[in-house]
């Protein structure tokens, strides 16, 4: 009896943390949610309305200009990482390479640095380099900071391969190609696509590193929502993040959908 007691103690402390949990994770968007609603600037609630909804869709050119270039930088950056990473993943996988190890290592360590550390380097390499702050450099630096984590979930994948099936394809005379277009690949299409929304995921809510590499005439979302910021908080941008907000929630149930056949 006493035992069940315990149990139903230690369920309800379970449960009791989870609601706080959310509660804490949760509260501050919901709050923003709703005074997205509010016909007052203010924090002050004076009613429901939409009008900020149509000043964002119908009013705000520059948001949108910014919004177009975040879009633009996120859908190349992620692109041309998700090729690089994944032909990188393989090589180093399927060959023997020497220093595999310490490669392998050399790869992730960009997931453990500091933001502002990244953004810092590669300001001092642009600088170096006579390369002229944009677009461009948004782009170079966001193509480099996905690299890792598309790596990460490619060789995840591809050390839960089957190695029979690649070796039966070669006593069957298949050339090097044939295996990695026919086997290795089409095994690895949903691990392909949840590094692309992964990265797609990060570009677009990066503000650290972009802050360091933007020139003039760069400015990318996340740069622009801070400048509005610094002259108070517009209803636009709870409006904004709403979007961002739903955006950002089908985005991680696509990655889910596909990521899921990671562990299997």
Same mark, same amino acid.
């Given at each position: 009896?006493s035992?069940r007691?315990?149990?139903?103690k ?6 009791g943390?989870?609601?706080?949990t959310?509660i804490?994770f949760?509260a ?5 949610t709703?005074?997205?609603f509010n016909?007052?600037?203010?924090m ?7 009008k900020w909804?149509e000043?964002?869709?119908y009013?705000?050119?520059?948001l949108w200009?910014a919004?177009?270039?975040s879009?633009?930088?996120a ?7 998700t090729?690089i ?6 090589g180093l996988?399927r060959?023997?390479?020497k %220093?595999k190890?310490p490669?392998?290592l050399? =790869? !992730?360590?960009p997931l453990?640095?500091?933001? &502002?550390i990244?953004? *810092? /380097?590669?300001?001092i390499?642009?600088a170096?380099t ?11 630096a ?6 890792p984590f ?10 839960e391969f089957?190695?029979?099936i690649i070796?039966?394809?070669y006593?069957l ?5 044939d295996v990695?277009f ?7 299409v949903?691990?392909?696509i949840?590094?692309?929304l992964i990265s797609m995921t990060?570009s677009?809510?990066?503000?650290v590193i972009?802050? %360091?590499v933007?020139?003039p005439?760069a400015? =990318? !979302?996340?740069?622009?929502?801070y400048?509005? &910021?610094?002259?108070g *908080? /517009?209803p ?14 089908l985005l991680?149930?696509?990655t889910?959908r596909f990521s899921?056949y990671?562990?299997?």
């Open positions: 009896m035992k007691i315990d149990l139903t230690r369920g309800l402390y379970s449960t943390m989870f609601l706080v959310i804490f949760y501050p968007l919901l709050l923003l709703i005074f997205s016909e007052s600037k203010t002050v609630w004076k009613g429901f309305s939409l909804y000043t964002f869709i009013s705000s050119p520059q200009l919004f177009e270039k879009l633009l930088i859908l190349s950056s992620a692109f041309v990482s090729i990473g994944t032909l990188g993943a393989i996988y060959y023997s390479i %220093f190890k490669i392998e050399i =790869t !992730l360590i453990l640095l500091p933001e &502002i990244m953004g *810092v /380097s590669l300001l390499f642009f170096g006579g390369v002229k702050l944009g677009l461009f450099t948004i782009f170079l966001h193509t480099t900071f996905c690299l598309v790596f990460l979930i490619m060789m995840s994948r591809l050390e089957d190695q029979s070796e039966a394809a006593d005379g298949a050339m090097e190609t990695l026919k086997i290795i690949l089409p095994m690895s949903p691990a392909i949840a590094s692309y990060l677009l809510e990066d503000f972009t802050f %360091f933007a020139g005439g400015t =990318t !979302l996340p740069l622009y929502i400048s509005m &910021i610094r002259f *908080v /517009s636009v941008i709870n409006v904004l993040s709403v979007f961002i907000i739903v955006a950002s929630v991680t149930l696509l889910l899921k990671l562990f299997k």
